[in-house]
């Protein structure tokens, strides 16, 4: 594709008019949308206003008149909507592994009660390496021979066998963007009496997920990444409407509490999502996170779909034809209803590429041992921005610029 060309896919992008929701530095292509979302517009005015004015002059008033209460779960329909959830299932709270730990906990003591005798909680090698630390942990906890079960990705469908009491499955890899068909794998799990629990943190905001259609039970994802709720934002859970009230949540903090006001000296679990609550909200990080969630209103994510996968095909086509000896191979392979919205490229020496490009101005990210990662956020990146990126991606590799020894010293966060 030549460079008119490319300019008529922005002209003609149905999604085009969404970049001027977000402040964006002129000088920068961001493919990092993947690991944290650019800031919206109207997220520092509304954080400034949470702070001067509600906590400010109305101090504790605020969780009253200024409904910071019932926040964590007007924050959950918000995010429900974007992910085929029903109302009243997602709740917003603590982080991704926080919620998964309760998630996964809940899950197998569950399952001891529907599928008794079950020992191994089931995962994949391509799985985000902290969601396994956590099984780990709660296996430690849970001795009498439980076991982590670990196969390939490819693998996971098999390997749904009668001894699972649970899985965690990440949708989308985060290394490679393999994206599992998350209707078959359920369906074959609920056959066996598996709980799954889906991890959504590089689904949501992505595509189209359609929790309730494809019959999950559980999920958790987090808010900063395709969802821009900001650093650290308020991640969220999921636990379909059936079985919402049979969870004995492992973590019973007063929030989840049927009436914590009551101060009560037994705990009794809330009605519904909100017993998955534990400890006082965030409150000026869910306020950023609910002012980011705006941007949704008026999106289809289907749109959203079908754009990252042109940019992605648009991506690879300019890396074959623009840097034929770059030495890159592609990690991203897979058809394109098993892809999430990055493109992964393979080289020895990804981190200082990486590096070098982000000094152009190309910002991605460099996941071990040797993956240049490219996430696609079809509202605020252009088709243009992708052939500059490629492009300066062919410079360095071209003229070596990549190769200072200042390229090759490790960050703390790569
Ligand atoms: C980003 C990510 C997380 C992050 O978990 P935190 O608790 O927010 O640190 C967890 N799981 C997956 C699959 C992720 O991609």
């Known amino acids: 594709m030549n460079k008119s060309e490319i300019a008529a896919l922005d002209q003609n992008d149905p999604l085009r008019s969404h970049r001027d929701k977000f402040e964006l530095p002129e000088d920068i292509i961001y493919l990092d949308g993947n690991s944290l979302g650019a800031l919206p517009k109207g997220v520092a005015d509304r954080l400034s206003d949470v702070v001067t004015q ?16 019932p926040q964590p779960g007007r924050v959950g ?3 429900a909507k974007l992910i085929g959830a029903e109302q009243g299932s997602v709740v917003s709270a603590d982080s991704t592994s926080v919620n998964l730990y309760k998630l996964l906990t ?28 956590v099984i780990q942990g709660l296996v430690d906890l849970l001795g009498d021979d439980y076991e982590m079960r670990l196969v390939a990705p490819e693998e996971i469908a098999h390997a749904l066998t009668e001894d699972v009491a649970a899985a965690v499955i990440t949708q989308v890899d985060y290394r490679t963007g393999r994206r599992h068909d998350m209707a078959d794998l359920t369906a074959r799990a609920k056959d066996r009496g598996i709980k799954v629990i889906w991890d959504l943190c590089h689904s949501a905001g992505a595509f189209p997920v359609d929790l309730a259609g494809s019959g999950a039970e559980f999920a958790v994802g987090c808010s900063y ?10 991640a969220y859970l999921y636990v379909t409407p059936d079985l919402q009230e049979s969870i004995r949540p492992p973590l019973s903090g007063w929030m989840g ?37 705006e941007v949704w209103e008026d999106v289809d994510l289907q749109l959203v779909r079908e754009k990252s996968q042109r940019m992605i095909e648009l991506f690879a086509g300019l890396v074959d034809e623009l840097c034929p000896d770059g030495g890159f191979s592609r990690v991203t392979t897979f058809p394109e209803e098993s892809r999430g919205s990055q493109i992964s490229l393979g080289h020895p020496d990804g981190y200082a590429i990486m590096q070098a490009l ?9 996941r071990a041992p040797n993956i240049l990662r490219f996430g696609m956020t079809p509202l605020y990146v252009s088709y243009s921005e992708i052939y500059q990126a490629v492009e300066i991606l062919a410079d360095i590799m071209a003229t070596g610029s990549w190769d200072q020894p200042k390229y090759h010293a490790r960050s703390a966060v790569t």
């Open 54 to 69: 509600e906590w400010g002059k109305s101090l504790i008033k605020s969780w009253n008149v200024h409904d910071w209460y």
């Open 77 to 79: 329909d918000k995010i």
């Open 106 to 133: 809940a899950a197998v003591r569950l399952n001891e009660d529907l599928n008794p005798g079950r020992r191994v909680i089931l995962s994949d090698t391509g799985n985000f390496p902290n969601d396994l630390y």
């Open 225 to 234: 990444k395709y969802l821009n709720g900001g650093p650290g934002a308020p």
């Open 257 to 293: 509490h049927t009436s914590p006001f009551d101060f009560d000296l037994d705990y009794k679990p809330a009605k519904g999502i909100a017993r998955n609550l534990c400890g006082t909200p965030s409150v000026l990080g869910m306020h950023a996170l609910e002012t980011a969630l």
């Open 358 to 366: 982000i000094d152009r101005g190309v910002i991605g990210d460099f």
